[in-house]
């Protein structure tokens, strides 16, 4: 079965120090990665994805994240954090087409930024 | 930028009320999907849609029913509301494939 676990459930960075949360999954093929963000009161924002190809993807607001098969990992960073970027953050996996797009989420880090 | 819609926002009513939250999109998006959190929680799909007419129960176990008759609408109606029941509900829709899903900005619900 599939599962993806997020091992920080709160995570303080001072603005402007370099960030990494870390997501592992579980799924005998290759995945399909998200990493969603959600503000407080909001829906869920969609930072990257991962579907082949080059193992390192960018996304928006600066982010990217590093796809390694050899840790299951999926990793999201950014070099320089700013106060708007506390919030939740989901890493989550489907699997191959025949999932019909379903997707599993993991419990989410919750992200301080601290002047 | 996704267009998809939930309404209301927020919703605090009465215990045994029936509600409908509204979750619409113009993306033409063959799938939606309901799920439920908690504050400070994961996610968890209670309900999916993979076309008109087709629907599906997800991984949590929920006693509200929904409906897909028009491809852009994809309602949740809770029958008679509980205390239980109280929880942010969030609509999702993706393309064909394994898309990314888009969300709408959530119902908070609260029942008295």
């Known amino acids: 079965a599939q599962s993806v676990t997020q091992p920080d459930i709160h995570i303080t960075v001072s603005e402007g120090a370099s960030l990494e949360l870390r997501c592992n999954y579980s799924?005998?093929?290759?995945?399909?990665l998200f990493w969603y963000v959600q503000s407080p009161g909001q829906g869920l924002q969609l930072l990257l994805k991962y579907f082949s190809g080059d193992t390192l993807v960018q996304g928006i607001k600066g982010f990217e994240a590093e796809f390694k098969r050899s840790q299951s990992s999926f990793n999201l960073r950014k070099p320089s954090v700013h106060w708007s970027d506390a919030a939740e953050y989901f890493c989550a996996v489907g699997s191959t087409p025949g999932s019909q797009g379903n997707l599993i989420f993991g419990k989410g880090t919750k992200l301080s930024v601290k002047p | 930028e996704a267009d998809i819609y939930q309404t209301p926002r927020y919703l605090v009513i009465g215990t045994g009320k029936k509600i409908t939250l509204e979750c619409s999109q113009t993306m033409g998006h063959d799938k939606m999907y309901w799920y439920q959190q908690d504050p400070g929680m994961e996610l968890h799909l209670i309900h999916y849609s993979y076309g008109v007419n087709s629907t599906e129960k997800g991984d949590l176990s929920s006693e509200s029913t929904v409906s897909r008759i028009r491809t852009e609408h994809f309602p949740l109606t809770l029958e008679s509301a509980r205390p239980s029941h109280t929880s942010q509900y969030l609509c999702?829709?993706?393309?064909?494939?394994?898309?990314?899903?888009?969300f709408g900005d959530g119902t908070r619900l609260s029942i008295l």
């Open positions: 999702a829709s993706s393309g064909q494939g394994a898309q990314p899903q888009h």
């Open positions: 799924y005998g093929a290759t995945p399909y």
